[in-house]
C-alpha cells in the first residue's frame, strides 16, 4: 500500500508512462547503404527491430498532488 510522503493520504491517481526510442538518420542510412550492398534484403531486420520501449509508472496523490514515480 503506497502512503504520500508529503501528507500521508492513501488515494493515489495512477498513470501508466511509455516511451519508445527510435532509430536515428545515421544509423538509418546506415541500414539504406547495406541494403543497397544486398539487394535490400538485409532492410527486413530493422522493421522487426526498431522499437525499444520504456514503461514508467505515475502515482499522484489526490490529496496535495505530490507526484511519485516508479
Not at 17 to 30: A, D, L, N
Not at 34 to 53: A, D
Request: with cysteine; charged share 25%.
Amino acid at each position: 500500500m503506497l502512503i504520500c510522503p508529503k501528507c500521508g493520504g492513501t488515494d493515489f491517481h495512477i498513470e501508466n508512462i511509455v516511451k519508445e526510442k527510435r532509430r536515428g538518420c545515421f544509423m538509418w542510412s546506415v541500414w539504406l547503404i547495406l541494403g543497397l550492398c544486398t539487394f535490400g534484403l538485409i532492410l527486413i531486420i530493422p522493421m522487426f527491430t526498431n522499437r525499444k520501449r520504456k514503461n514508467k509508472t505515475k502515482f499522484v496523490c489526490k490529496k496535495c498532488g505530490y507526484i511519485l514515480v516508479k
